[in-house]
């Protein structure tokens, strides 16, 4: 699944992708979501977002037309491409200090989600994984 923050009409790389053809069959593929997440508390979040940028008349960044995946970290900076967080950590900590997802998901939904997600980090940092025991382990 995309990772890098962009949007392109043509290219699939990017996290959104807005193809080509306008008009009544215009359309918005997010292409982040995991299987694992509840969709309608991602989906709120995507609406929510969505109303923010047009409550706020943001702009968007051009379209990224190239691979993301071939570019290195300096030609993303230039362009302007952020990634996701890469931890379930760094997801809490963006999702604690975002005011709009805040909102969207409650005060209630949000203490109790980001708990839920506390413990399935702790659960996870604290593991000895498979990789670990063959890395480090194997005589």
């Known amino acids: 699944a995309p990772c890098y ?4 009409a043509k290219n699939r790389s990017p996290l ?3 193809p080509a053809a306008r008009g009544l069959s215009t359309r918005v593929e997010v292409r982040n979501p995991d299987p694992a997440a509840n969709p309608y508390l991602a989906l709120a979040v995507l609406l929510a977002s969505g109303l923010d940028g047009v409550r706020n008349n943001m702009t968007p960044p051009p379209a990224t037309d190239r691979n993301i995946y071939v570019m290195d970290e300096t030609e993303r900076q230039e362009e302007g491409i952020d990634s996701l967080p890469a931890t379930l950590k760094e997801a809490i900590i963006n999702l604690k200090n975002d005011e709009v997802v805040s909102a969207a998901l409650g ?3 949000l203490d109790r989600f ?8 702790d ?3 604290t593991t000895v994984h ?3 025991r063959e890395q480090y382990l194997n005589y």
């Open 5 to 8: 923050v962009a949007w392109s």
């Open 16 to 18: 959104i992708r807005i």
């Open 107 to 109: 005060e209630h939904i």
């Open 114 to 121: 980001v708990e839920a997600k506390e413990i399935e980090w």
């Open 123 to 125: 659960m996870f940092r």
């Open 130 to 132: 498979q990789w670990e």
